[in-house]
């Protein structure tokens, strides 16, 4: 069974950064699509981003493009998700799973909160 532990996350003002981690244990990470997604309050969860296997290609939801990037380091089992140009409604706890065309598929972390306020 695989295990996810995000980190990263805090309170920050708008405009500021943040750089999130998901380490990944108990599979074979290199060969999974990885995806960022988010959670706010009274809101479904959402994907965000996503990254292939390799690293060769991402994809990003509207609202983040041009903010967020994702990258994964496959020798550390683990992918990031760096954050700028933060604004009050990226405010959610953040989550990474596998990404399918199916969606998730692998148990939640605990996810990290992010907090964008002044």
């Known amino acids: 069974q695989v295990q996810l532990v995000e980190s990263g996350g805090g309170l920050v003002q708008p405009g500021g950064s943040l750089r999130l981690s998901c380490a990944a244990s108990?599979?074979?990470?290199?060969?999974?699509?990885m995806g960022w997604y988010r959670q706010a309050p009274g809101k479904q969860r959402e994907l965000v981003a996503r990254?292939?296997?390799?690293?060769?290609?991402?994809d990003y939801v509207d609202s983040v493009k041009g903010r967020f990037t994702i990258s994964r380091d496959n020798a550390k089992d683990t992918v990031y998700l760096q954050m700028n140009s933060l604004k009050p409604e990226d405010t959610a706890v953040y989550y990474c799973?596998?990404?399918?065309?199916?969606?998730?598929?692998?148990?939640w972390g605990q996810g990290t909160q992010v907090t964008v306020s002044s």
């Open positions: 799973n596998r990404h399918t065309g199916s969606g998730p598929v692998w148990s």
């Open positions: 108990g599979r074979i990470f290199s060969i999974y699509a």
């Open positions: 990254i292939t296997a390799g690293g060769s290609s991402t």
